[in-house]
């Protein structure tokens, strides 16, 4: 199975400063044969489901803010959110979709210092 | 709009079977995959397996393989999740997640609330 390991657990950060959560993966994610990283990234706020926000690693879903941004490739990948807002205080989670078992980091959890 | 709509919670005893359902709407039903994904509670995502809606194939994380049905009826759109011999450690939010190639799960059900206890 691939392990997926977040850093850091937890992040407190200012309101419009920037969040940077990383995320590696024990074995390479990057598929050579149409160089796609198969790396998505999730936002899951209290009491509701996660919301895609990247995949590809880096293609931001339909609808996200652009101050969210994936980036990376093979096994190490980072997501930032440029100018943290009040209502990006959630945990998120990176997944790696290329083998199943399919599998997430443990999370990390971002609030406002 | 495209949405997964998911049966109610549940309390069971240990021992006993738990049949999970997941209706999805605003899309065409067979293109896509079904994941199913749970959350106990205060912990992470636990991917447990996944079933093509187009051909009814499906794989399966191991550790849950032979406690776990997974089945689809395309007449009504909907996607199920059975798990038996319910022990306390599968308390938990059961989800439901709509898979396109490549595209990560893009669309999630609300979760289902599943407690197991005497």
């Known amino acids: 199975d691939i392990v997926m390991t977040q850093s850091p657990d937890f992040l407190a950060v200012s309101l419009g400063e920037r969040a940077t959560i990383n995320c590696k993966s024990s074995?390479?994610?990057?598929?050579?044969?149409?160089?796609?990283?198969?790396l998505a990234w999730y936002q899951q706020k209290p009491g509701q489901p996660p919301k895609l926000l990247t995949y590809?690693?880096?293609a931001r879903e339909s609808g996200v803010p652009d101050r969210f941004s994936g980036s990376g490739s093979g096994t190490d990948f980072t997501l930032i959110i440029s100018s943290l807002q009040a209502e990006d205080v959630a945990v998120y989670y990176c997944?790696?979709?290329?083998?199943?078992?399919?599998?997430f980091g443990q999370g990390t959890k971002v609030e406002i210092k | 709009q495209v949405q997964l709509v998911q049966s109610g919670a549940e309390v069971k005893k240990p021992g006993a079977s738990v049949k999970v359902s997941c209706k999805a709407s605003g899309y065409t039903f067979t293109s896509y995959g079904i994941n199913w994904v749970r959350q106990a509670p205060g912990q992470g995502l636990e991917w447990m397996g996944w079933i093509s809606a187009y051909n009814g194939n499906t794989n399966f994380a191991q550790k849950l393989q032979g406690r776990v049905t997974l089945t689809t009826d395309t007449s009504t759109s909907t996607a199920y999740m059975e798990l038996r011999s319910l022990r306390s450690d599968d308390t938990a939010v059961y989800y439901c997640?709509?898979?396109?190639?490549?595209?990560?799960?893009?669309?999630w059900g609300q979760g289902t609330m599943v407690t197991v206890s005497s």
């Open positions: 590809w690693a880096s």
């Open positions: 997944q790696q979709y290329y083998s199943t078992p399919w599998t």
């Open positions: 074995q390479s994610v990057l598929y050579s044969s149409n160089n796609k990283n198969y």
């Open positions: 997640a709509r898979a396109a190639a490549g595209h990560g799960f893009d669309i």
